[in-house]
């Protein structure tokens, strides 16, 4: 009785997995990627989800298959490496990869140390003053003897 149970359940799973496995057939020549969505959303039960940036980045396509896998489907439209996509539940995400490149750069940098006490005009020593690289970004406090160490930065041309 327990095999039975076993194997019926192995069965049942098996055909809802088949159930879900979709398969679609296309034949585009030179159409918009939206116009592929729309078809294949027809002829199955998903939905895309996309942004502006894939369509517009997206150039025509041209496709002809017939009763093949949907994923295989989806690879074979968004087979550039700027896109990507991701089966959710039903639907379907397809985001685009914008392609920065990073340029490397050498800088030739100079590193300047600056100390001191800062005073007030009646010469006694300030505490937790802010002092600022003027034009810069580098900044401290001073501590409470009025002493500062700076650090700063200044790129050679």
Known sequence: MKITTFLLLVFMSCAYADGIAQNVSLRLKDAKLEDAFLSISKQTKYKFLYSDDVLRHA???NLNVNNAPLRDVLEQLLNDDSFSFKIIAN???????SSTKVLATTVNAVQ????????GSDGKALSNASVQVKGGAAGTSTSDNGHIVLMH????P
């Open 59 to 61: 150039p025509n396509v």
């Open 91 to 97: 639907t379907i995400s397809v985001n685009y990869k």
């Open 112 to 119: 300047h140390q600056v100390s001191g006490t800062v005073k």
């Open 153 to 156: 930065q200044r790129t050679l």
